[in-house]
Each structure stands twice: as C-alpha cells, then as structure tokens.
C-alpha cells in the first residue's frame, strides 16, 4: 500500500503540554502536507513542507521532514482543549495525487 | 475568497436506490476538483479527481460514478447503492498539481 501511516493512532494530554504525531510515508514525495479534521467536519490545512525543507513553522506548530528516513512529525506546543481533533499527514509525489494516513485522533484534556 | 459548498449534509438512504451528491466552487477558476470517502476513524480514500470539465479520473473500481458538468460543479452518483457505500464525502479543490487542498464540509450518507 502506498498509504502513509502515523504513529500514534491516538494521544491524550493535559492542556499545556506538547502534542508530536509522527508520520511515515513509503515512496519519493513532492512535498507533505499537514491537515486537521474536528469530529464530523471537513479537513482544514494546517502546513507544507516541500522535500527540499527540513523544517517549517506556523504560530504553535512545528513541521519536520527527514527524506532520508521517509518520515515527519508535527508538533503542537503549548497544547489547548481547543486543538482536540484527528491529524492527518498526506504527500504527494510526482505520479500521484495527495495520499493521507490513518491519521491521530489528540485529545486535549482541559 | 473561495468557498466549497457540498449538499446535502447528511442523507440516509436504502440499498440499491440512487445517489447524487453536489459540490460547487466559487471565487476560483478551473481548479482541480476531488472526491473522497471516508471511513469511520479512518483516513481519506481519494475517489475521483477532475482536472476540467468532462475529465474524470477514477482512483478506486466500484459502484460509483463522478462527473464535472461545469467548471465548478463536481457531482458523485450511483445507480444502486450498496450497504458499504456508507461513509463521509467528502468533495475537495485545489489549484496545481503538487498544492494544499481545500475541503468542502463533507456528506454523511447511510445506506440502511
């Protein structure tokens, strides 16, 4: 399967503290993109990193790509109750459209 | 500003009846245009995608059909439905090829 996979599936923390997701992807990509789903909802993009890029940031997050390893991971400081959502990391390669993992459900405990 | 719209919101229908579901673009011109569904706790499984009007692009073989009558109108159908048809669709655009997709606010269809 070309899917991405994350890691992990689900994370539960206090408001405050940090949230990282991890996401591992299987081919040579264009770029990786970031999305966040609320319960029931559609996708919101968060952030994309081209495979050029090691590392970007947006307000609170923190993207990092290692092509070598075939993985990122975004991290979320200063977490709120507010960012409780399901985290999707999708890619996109030159032969194919965006491809999404399993994504990681955050819940964020006031 | 661009916006996507997507109805209906929720549909519960019966197996084997027909399905129509709508998306519309506005404030872009000829974006790219896609289908997902989406299982229960489950990521998105790229359906259709249009790069204009009248071109469709199948991802996955199955009971399911798109097509692209004007250049911001996408529409998914079915002539039968079939209990696994149940899921979340949702309906996407983006300009490019490589570029940030933006969704639609998605299509809760039961098949009972």
């Known amino acids: 399967s070309q899917q991405g996979e994350e890691d992990p599936q689900a994370l539960s923390i206090q408001e405050g503290e940090n949230a990282t997701m991890n996401c591992s992807y299987k081919?040579?990509?264009?770029?990786l993109q970031w999305y966040r789903q609320n319960s029931g909802r559609g996708l919101v993009h968060l952030i994309l990193i081209r495979s050029n890029e090691r590392e970007k940031h947006s307000g609170r997050l923190r993207v990092t790509l290692d092509t070598s390893k075939k993985s990122s991971s975004l991290l979320i400081t200063a977490s709120r109750a507010a960012d409780t959502a399901s985290y999707f990391c999708?890619?996109?390669?030159?032969?194919?459209?965006?491809?999404f993992g399993e994504g990681t459900q955050l819940t964020v405990n006031p | 500003s661009q916006t996507i719209h997507q109805w209906p919101a929720t549909l519960v229908q019966p197996v084997g009846s027909p399905l129509s579901l709508e998306c519309t673009v506005e404030?872009?011109?000829?974006?790219?245009l896609y289908w997902y569904r989406q299982a229960a706790g489950r990521g998105l499984q790229l359906l259709f995608y249009?790069?204009?009007?009248?071109?469709i692009s199948s991802e996955v073989p199955q009971n399911l059909s798109a097509s692209r009558p004007q250049d911001r109108q996408f529409i998914l159908s079915s002539k039968k439905l079939l209990l696994s048809d149940s899921g979340f669709y949702l309906c996407?655009?983006?300009?490019?090829?490589?570029?940030?997709?933006?969704f639609g606010p998605g299509t809760r269809l039961t098949v009972l």
């Open positions: 404030g872009t011109s000829n974006p790219n």
């Open positions: 249009s790069v204009g009007i009248g071109q």
């Open positions: 081919t040579s990509i264009n770029n």
């Open positions: 999708a890619y996109v390669t030159s032969g194919s459209r965006l491809t």
């Open positions: 996407a655009w983006n300009l490019g090829e490589f570029g940030e997709q933006f």
